[in-house]
């Protein structure tokens, strides 16, 4: 008998939110998210997943609530919803545990919070202050661990480029009926 594909028989409350996020490449769209990707080719470009595949998984997401499709001019921004921010902690602990035992060369990103200019604890809490930032109040830059040369897509470069907020759009968005160039879908 083949492995199912599903959790559906499980009587868990992780096994329910597996269902939602973990197939693979879903945490990987919604981390792109809280770094502030909007665009259906920047996450393409940033990830290098299939066009199917990330179709359906941001079809996923908007169904189950954790992002929202809206309209700016003539593309689509996916934006997370309240439901979906509340997935940062989880998405923060993977990437911490991520660089504790398979960074070898030190952080590739580092996190810190925006108010204090104090970068957070492995738990996502603030030395200086003793809060958890909100992710809005999170700032993100290169780590001592990136490699540079690694990737050229959009995303990596504007991550690059220094410390930048949370849930902002990393790069500046054309006016409304103005053509974007760098459109690919």
């Known amino acids: 008998m083949g492995l199912g594909r ?17 197939e693979r490449w ?17 996450f393409q470009a940033h990830l290098d997943i299939p066009r199917a595949v990330l179709t359906a ?4 997401l908007v169904s189950e609530g954790l992002l929202e499709r809206h ?5 689509v921004h996916y934006l997370l919803t309240e439901r979906g921010i509340e997935l940062w902690p989880a998405v923060y602990t993977l990437a911490q545990w991520g660089e504790r035992w398979f960074s070898p060369g030190g952080a590739r990103r580092i996190f810190s919070h925006a108010t204090c200019d104090t970068d957070l604890t492995a738990t996502g809490s603030c030395p200086a202050c003793g809060t958890t930032p909100a992710p809005a109040d999170i700032a993100i830059r ?36 103005e053509p974007n160039s760098s459109a690919r879908s």
């Open 142 to 177: 290169q780590g001592p661990g990136a490699d540079p040369t690694l990737r050229e897509d959009p995303v990596s470069e504007a991550l690059r480029r220094g410390p930048h907020r949370l849930l902002t759009a990393l790069s500046p968005e054309p006016a409304y009926g």
């Open 6 to 22: 599903d959790y559906t028989g499980q009587d868990c409350s992780l096994a329910r939110a597996l269902e939602v996020v973990g």
């Open 26 to 42: 879903t945490l990987l769209v919604l981390r792109d998210c809280f770094y502030g990707v909007r665009h259906f080719r920047d």
């Open 71 to 75: 309209p700016h001019g003539t593309e």
């Open 57 to 60: 998984r941001l079809k996923t």
